[in-house]
Nanobody
């Protein structure tokens, strides 16, 4: 079994910063791509940023230049550094990972439980 555990959300003023972390643990053979999604009230879940095992990154246009995704492959952990936060960044942020579990020939998609980010004065 595999678990993704997120941390780092909270309340921050506009213009502030937060850093989210997500650690994958369990019966893992290999972690492929990892990413962050977010869902605001009344809206669909959207991709914020993703990163491959080789370090290639992809960002939503709305966060380019403000957010940075990174990972530590030795720790199976992905990070999201969020700077210059805006009220419209308020959402529940979910970690996602594509993982090859041990003794399996398939990759599986896993999600974290979500962490609330609120940007407000």
């Amino acid at each position: 079994q595999v678990h993704l555990v997120e941390s780092g959300g909270g309340l921050v003023q506009p213009g502030g910063s937060l850093r989210l972390s997500c650690a994958a643990s369990g019966s893992i053979f290999m972690v492929n791509s990892m990413g962050w999604y977010r869902q605001a009230p009344g809206k669909q879940r959207e991709l914020v940023a993703s990163i491959t095992s080789g370090g290639s990154t992809n960002y939503a246009d709305s966060v380019k230049g403000r957010f940075t995704i990174s990972r530590d492959n030795a720790k199976n952990t992905v990070y999201l550094q969020m700077n210059s936060l805006k009220p419209e960044d308020t959402a529940v942020y979910y970690c996602n990972a594509d993982i090859r579990v041990r003794f399996s020939t398939r990759n599986y998609d896993y999600w974290g439980q979500g962490t609330q980010v609120t940007v407000s004065s």
